[in-house]
Structures are given as structure tokens and as C-alpha cells.
């Protein structure tokens, strides 16, 4: 099931640490659920067509110049008409003082007024950045999350069949674990996928026979990151003797997840596999592959040109 969030405007606030010039009685409790800005150049010239009033208002140094040229009487107008529209908040880039006027009007309509050192540009950038990540499309998927030679590899398979005890020899080959038992996924863009764990189990490893420890204890900080791309997915499966494999890998497999295709590798596992040997092949494979280089392609093409010399 995917989850749809929102972010506290007051974390927000706290998060990227804007002034707040004026908080509205409602403060604590306003809710961002888009990631998008919004610069109100053509409001204030009064044009509201397509106005999004969800959206968060930043007002530069082209807007805030617009309305200091404003008599008093039209610079209240246009900000009583503007906050009416009770926008989550506005917020003032380069350290600009808000007019007495705007300050007037959003405590008549109860608007947040917020302001930022930052250039205009910079604290949009900022914001939506980081709006994207908290406001991403996110699931929580059963599985375990490591990273090897840069790639973020998600373990899946049946419960008990050896993801943790494969992550762990990892671990001792200095590769990093992510998310052990719970990974959370977030869709941060069309084609990319974040994976972290839940607060709770960060860092934590469960063995059967031993019990859960800390990675980041006993192999030491290095051995754990917070989060990272998910680049591949492994499903480790128990070897059937009556199905058939893929020997030479030209069968190209995917796991779509949150609507993005990820490749796909089905490692069928017996007594005696070294499955974190064979995960780190994985992981350099499918590097090489996202570098043009395909291993599979090009056997297949030697043995196609090695039968038709020797047909000709």
C-alpha cells in the first residue's frame, strides 16, 4: 500500500531554519502536501487565474520592489486580496522586511509570514528539494537493504531463507547495510528509488540462533548508512531442481516498484552457495551494464560469429 504524506510547516521552519515574522493561531498544525512554490508576481498585479493556493508563496526582491511602489491604500488591497487566499504561508527571501501592510493583512486572515537570508532562487531550490524527498510516494516492503561497490542491492525472499545471514558476511567483506527485516522505499523521482529503515530498527540486525545486534557496534559506524539508492533487487529462492535458469543472463528481468522498473537477478540458493561472493558479482555486473558493457550479449555474440564462420 503506498502511504501520501505532508510535512509540518513548523518542522519545516525548523528544518531549514527561516525566520518566522509572524505565526498565524494555526501555526503548529498547517500541513504541507505539495512540493511545488509559487512566486505571486501575476497576483499581486491582480490576475488569479490558475492560483494555488496549496502551494507555499515566496516573494523576492522583484515582488517586494513591485509593492514598495504601491501607495498605502493599494499595497493593503493587494495583500488583503492575496491572503484571503489562505496559502499555507509566505515567505520573504533576501532578509527583506515585510511592509506594515502585510503584516496588517495576514493577521486579518490569519497567514503565516516567514522570512530567509537566502537568495530568492536559493531558499526555492532548498524548499522544493527538500519537500521532494519529505513528500515523496513511499511503501514499506519486507526485505534487506545493503549496499555493495556503490550499488544498493534489496534482498527479498522467503522469511528464513538467509537475507540477514547473506547481509552480515557482507558486512565482514566491508560492505554496508541499509535496512535489515523493513526496508522503506521512497519514489524521490521518476526513475529513482530511496531506500531507508524505520527509526526503530536502524542499525539493527536480526540472526536466528543469536538474536538481534547492532551493526554499527560491532562492525563499527562505517558499516551503516541511512539511506541509498535502490539499484537492484535479488530474490534469493531455494534451488528447484525441476525449474529451469537462466545460464547466461540474457533474460532481462524487473521488479516495478512505486511504478519505477528495477532490474531484477532470481539467485536460486543451495547448502554450500557463497551468496555474498555471488551478490557481489551482482553488484559489479550491474554496473557494468548501466556503463553500456553486457557480458551476457557479447558471449552470445562470439558464439553466434564463431558457428557462422564455420558454416561459411
Known amino acids: ?46 490576475y488569479f487565474d490558475h492560483f494555488e493556493p496549496m502551494r507555499l508563496q515566496v516573494m523576492g526582491n522583484a515582488e517586494m520592489s513591485y509593492v514598495s511602489k504601491l501607495s498605502g491604500p493599494d499595497r493593503a488591497r493587494v495583500y488583503d486580496r492575496l491572503f484571503s487566499y489562505k496559502f499555507p504561508a509566505l515567505l520573504i527571501a533576501r532578509n527583506i522586511q515585510p511592509d506594515a501592510e502585510c503584516l496588517q493583512m495576514a493577521k486579518k486572515h490569519n497567514v503565516s509570514v516567514l522570512r530567509s537570508p537566502e537568495h530568492t532562487s536559493a531558499i526555492i531550490s532548498t524548499i522544493i528539494s527538500y519537500l521532494k524527498s519529505a513528500l515523496a510516494p513511499r511503501i514499506t516492503r519486507h526485505g534487506v537493504l545493503v549496499e555493495v561497490y556503490g550499488e544498493g542491492i534489496l534482498l527479498i525472499g522467503d522469511s528464513g531463507i538467509g537475507k540477514s545471514e547473506a547481509a552480515v558476511e557482507l558486512l565482514k567483506r566491508g560492505h554496508r547495510l541499509i535496512a535489515d527485516d523493513a526496508v522503506e522505499i521512497k519514489k524521490i523521482d521518476a526513475n529513482t528509488l530511496i531506500g531507508t529503515a524505520p527509526v526503530l530498527i536502524r542499525n539493527y540486525i536480526e540472526l536466528r540462533g543469536i538474536g538481534i545486534i547492532n551493526v554499527a557496534k560491532l562492525f563499527g559506524v562505517g558499516a551503516v548508512r541511512d539511506q541509498n539508492e535502490i539499484n537492484l533487487v535479488v530474490n534469493i529462492v531455494p534451488w528447484n531442481t525441476h525449474e ?53 550479449v557479447e558471449f552470445t555474440e562470439q558464439i553466434n560469429r564463431h558457428f557462422e564462420e564455420n558454416i561459411g
Not at 531554519?17 to 512554490?37: G, M
Not at 512505486?258 to 550491474?286: C, D, H, S, Y
Open 1 to 46: 500500500m503506498v502511504d501520501t504524506y505532508s510535512v509540518l510547516l513548523s518542522t519545516l521552519v525548523a528544518d531549514i531554519k527561516l525566520d518566522v515574522v509572524y505565526a498565524s493561531t494555526d501555526f503548529d498544525s498547517i500541513r504541507l502536501t505539495v512540493e511545488d512554490l509559487a512566486r505571486p508576481g501575476l497576483q499581486l498585479a491582480g
Open 244 to 296: 529451469v535458469y537462466d545460464r547466461l543472463g540474457l533474460e532481462e528481468r524487473t521488479m516495478e516498484i512505486l511504478g519505477v522498473k528495477v532490474p531484477m537477478n532470481v539467485i536460486p540458493i543451495t547448502p554450500g552457495r557463497n551468496l555474498a561472493m555471488i551478490l557481489e558479482v551482482a553488484a559489479m555486473n550491474n554496473r557494468q551494464k548501466k556503463m553500456g558493457y553486457n557480458a551476457a
